[in-house]
């Protein structure tokens, strides 16, 4: 049973610059979430994917957009990156008729320079 | 704004002690309960949820809700050197964002 992927694991940007993360939700999971984690800190809910839609999003600019595919993979971009961006992104899988509990893949960590 | 605290810690416990960790929540129309742990640099990973008032045991752990205090707690009995780790705890209503807390660092001393 496949669990929730990401990708890249690591990714050194310059301010400025644009990124993009990826994210496979596990097996059977039709919904993904994406929080970011700074240093010392709980994750921050940024926004929830489901049917290809942006269904919730948490307090974060419009810098931070993303997109759901047809098989329920995600992608997070990240435009004209600040020093403040650089965090552990996280991706968490669930399913929309499955109750709340959800699961987070490995990361990916974006440092900003 | 929704809020959910923790202790930081560290909280420190010798080995095959039991470890307590405290969460409370602000969302008094909170249902859903979880506790994650994550290890130093890496992602969180699932250890319990509960959804009604009372104790919910999995192995060694043990969850306690009581939502009229508005109050969860996660048990570790016999705590080992590899539970080690920062505890999170995260609240949510159904179908919304979960809201997690900064998380407790708990250190098992061998």
């Known amino acids: 049973d496949a669990g929730v992927t990401q990708s890249p694991t690591h990714l050194i940007k310059t301010r400025g610059q644009q990124v993009t993360l990826r994210c496979s939700p596990k097996?059977?999971?039709?919904?993904v979430s994406w929080y970011q984690q700074a240093l010392g800190q709980g994750p921050q809910f940024i926004f929830q994917?489901?049917?290809?839609?942006?269904?919730q999003r948490g307090n974060f600019p419009d810098r931070f957009s993303g997109h759901q595919f047809p098989n329920y993979s995600s992608e997070l971009n990240v435009n004209a990156l600040l020093l403040g961006d650089s965090a552990l992104y996280l991706c968490a899988s669930s399913l929309e008729r499955g109750g709340d509990e959800q699961f987070f893949g490995p990361g990916t960590r974006l440092t900003v320079l | 704004q929704k809020e959910v605290e923790q202790n930081s810690g560290p909280l420190s416990v010798p080995e095959g002690a039991i470890a307590s960790l405290n969460c409370t929540y602000s969302d008094r129309v909170s249902q859903s309960f979880f506790w994650y742990r994550q290890y130093s640099g890496k992602s969180p990973e699932l250890i319990m949820s509960i959804y009604s008032n009372g104790d919910k045991e999995d192995g060694r752990f043990t969850a306690q809700l009581n939502k009229a205090s508005q109050y969860v707690s996660l048990l570790i009995r016999d705590s080992q050197p590899s539970d080690s780790a920062t505890y999170l705890c995260?609240?949510?209503?159904?179908?919304?964002?979960?809201?997690f807390g900064k998380g407790t660092r708990l250190s098992v001393i061998a």
């Open positions: 097996s059977g999971h039709d919904t």
């Open positions: 995260a609240v949510n209503r159904w179908s919304t964002p979960l809201v």
């Open positions: 994917y489901y049917e290809e839609e942006e269904r």
